[in-house]
């Protein structure tokens, strides 16, 4: 069964510092691996993916993940970030084993940047 | 390039009473997932349609059904509501899978915010 685990419930940065969401998974062999954002009464908005490749994953709004097979980890960075990027962050996570494309979510980290 | 719609907006129903919700896909999107989200959780699979087709389905009752259209929309029916079923209802569209297509992202809507009093 596949599974995602985000420790921290908020993650609090101040503006213009670097910010971790933290995210790790259990799957059967390699994973799929997605980062969304959601904010408030609005639906998911898609970050960035890991397939396969390079293991450091560039997204949108100047995000990035790193995808550490050992660890089975694949925390979202940003190098500084901005009061705007306060908002809901999922990490998902679907196996290569099936065609089919069943996401399955955490629990999502609240990310609070205050000014 | 219209991305995903879904309607209504906002629902409110009664206990035991059926619900009907709607979803448009991302143009070029043939695979409509349907995604159930409760307050302060992430979103729960629920099933995903591909040629007119249920091709995965997660740990929901059979009182949740769905259907996709030749033109790839999709609805999602609650029967005999519970209070349970309050939730915020999520559609996502991405490319089918025919092998060659995995890995792609799917792409979210506003959702249907469903409450069942």
């Known amino acids: 069964a596949q599974s995602v685990a985000q420790p921290e419930d908020q993650v609090n940065v101040a503006e213009g510092n670097p910010l971790t969401v933290k995210c790790t998974y259990s799957?059967?062999?390699?994973?799929?691996l997605f980062w969304y954002v959601q904010y408030p009464n609005r639906g998911l908005q898609f970050l960035l993916k890991y397939i396969t490749g390079d293991n450091l994953v560039k997204g949108s709004y100047g995000f990035e993940a790193e995808f550490n097979k050992s660890q089975t980890s694949f925390h979202l960075k940003k190098p500084s970030a901005l009061v705007s990027d306060s908002a809901l962050y999922f990490c998902?996570?679907?196996?290569?084993?099936?065609?089919?494309?069943?996401?399955?979510f955490g629990t999502g980290t609240r990310l609070l940047v205050s000014p | 390039d219209a991305g995903v719609t879904q309607s209504p907006t906002h629902l409110i129903k009664t206990r035991g009473q059926q619900v009907t919700l709607r979803c448009s896909p991302k143009s070029g999107h043939d695979t409509v997932s349907w995604y159930q989200q409760a307050l302060g959780q992430g979103p729960q699979f629920i099933f995903q349609?591909?040629?007119?087709?249920?091709?995965q389905r997660g740990n929901f009752p059979d009182r949740f059904s769905g259907h996709q259209f030749p033109n790839y929309s999709s609805e999602l029916n609650v029967n005999a509501l519970l209070l349970g079923d309050s939730a915020l209802y999520l559609c996502?569209?991405?490319?089918?899978?025919?092998?060659?297509?995995?890995?792609?992202?799917?792409?979210f809507g506003p959702g249907t915010r469903l409450t069942v009093t």
């Open positions: 799957v059967s062999g390699n994973p799929y």
């Open positions: 349609y591909y040629e007119e087709e249920e091709r």
């Open positions: 998902a996570v679907r196996g290569r084993d099936t065609g089919f494309q069943k996401l399955v």
């Open positions: 996502a569209s991405s490319l089918g899978t025919s092998g060659r297509r995995v890995g792609y992202e799917q792409y």
